[in-house]
């Protein structure tokens, strides 16, 4: 596809919003979604309360300038983190040692024994409880949804959490290492988000910044209208990533894909003028605008394509549940417009147990329900945890055809 045919392709569909990122005054939109639920992991106590959840409207804009991509009709005030949020992916054995690996990697590369730690939307503090665990080191977290019983490890006397967002009113509190993980993708303001970051670490000598984030281009390659969702306002290639740090003064250590290419993660310090060359995989701005318009050109089909699986299943007689009651889970039901097709969510959480999905009210349920509901299809909704779930079934020797996302 040529360049010219992109810029035709884009051009009845400019929006006059500034880009959050870089400030360049036009967003050019690619992918438009009404009357999505506005959050996707807040416990519901009710169907008819799922049903009634509240919702807005998704429309991604795309920066030519620098690559990032927003939601620019994202309004902060309809969220409230504050709620039940239950975002925690902690009780997946394939999760947790993908979050050990992490935390030991981040220690040894950094030498962080004995040190200051930080954590900016730490959720449930896992991740934190590690690092201290791990390095011996002492830590504060803050987060909205912090939940302090959810707390059990000794390390916890040399924590402290916050139930709160991060704001100008904690910038006495610095560290040797500030990790960031799967908060910046929340955040509107991305460029004065990250500018506030820098008083965690200014005067540390060798301070770190750590952030991690979903991976766009993986979202535009596979279509995957699945991890578009409200909550998610900001979205990040590794070049707009890194650009973003570097134009915020930061050098740029590490730059990579995890978790199956699912995640970029970051590893920058402060660098005054001198930010560093740029790394491999950051140069990407023209595959990224090919990105781009490929998924504007076909993620109907893709939608096409799950609507007519599922409905295949429904008109057979089959029986089909979601495993994970999830961002994705609750994104692939509301997008597809699947309410009644499906009547059941699995999910491995406990806390999850007996709520509903937001805004279409499936029945959230623990995986040994499976036992006597025998589903037909069991559609997982990240491919990371296939082969766990796999395992779970054939334990509680459930048949079932198994595909994923």
Known sequence: MTLGSEKRAFKAYSSPSTCHSCGAREMKIFYEVEGVPVHSVVLVESRESALKFPRGDIRLGYCGACGFIENVLFDPGLLDYTQDYEET????????????????RLIDRYDLRDKEVLEIGCGKGEFLVLLCEIGGNRGVGIDPAYVPERT????????????????????????????????????????????MVRHAVKGRKDAVVFFEVPDVSRVLRELAFWDIYYEHCSY?????????????????????????????????RLGGRAVGQP???????????????????????????????????????????????????????????????????????????????????????????????????????????????????????????????
């Open 89 to 104: 992916q902690g009780f997946s054995p394939t999760f947790n040692r993908f979050a050990r690996s992490l935390a030991e």
């Open 236 to 268: 990040f290639s590794m070049g707009s990533l890194a650009r973003l740090f570097r134009s915020c003064g930061f050098e740029v250590l590490h730059l990579a894909k995890d978790f199956d290419d699912q995640y970029l993660v970051i590893d920058a």
């Open 152 to 195: 059990t490890s000794e390390v916890a006397k040399h924590i402290t959490f916050i139930q709160d967002f991060y704001s100008e009113a904690y910038h006495h509190i610095t560290a040797d290492f500030v990790c960031c993980r799967h908060t910046l993708e929340h955040i509107q303001p991305t460029r004065d988000f990250l500018w």
């Open 279 to 405: 790394l491999p995989g950051e140069d990407d701005l023209g595959e990224l605008t090919r990105q781009v318009e490929y998924f504007a050109m076909n993620y109907k089909s893709k939608l096409e394509q799950w609507r007519g699986e599922v409905g295949d299943v429904v008109d057979q007689g089959r029986r089909c549940v979601l495993w994970s009651a999830s961002s994705k889970g609750v994104a692939f039901l509301t997008t597809l417009g699947i309410d009644e097709e499906i009547e059941f969510a699995v999910d491995i959480n406990p806390f999850k147990h007996g709520k509903y999905m937001p805004g279409t009210g499936q029945r959230i349920v623990p995986p040994e329900f499976l036992k006597e509901y025998r589903p037909d299809v069991v559609v997982v909704m990240n491919p990371i945890y296939k082969r766990e779930i796999r395992e779970m079934l054939a334990q509680m020797n459930v048949t079932a055809d198994v595909c994923s996302l």
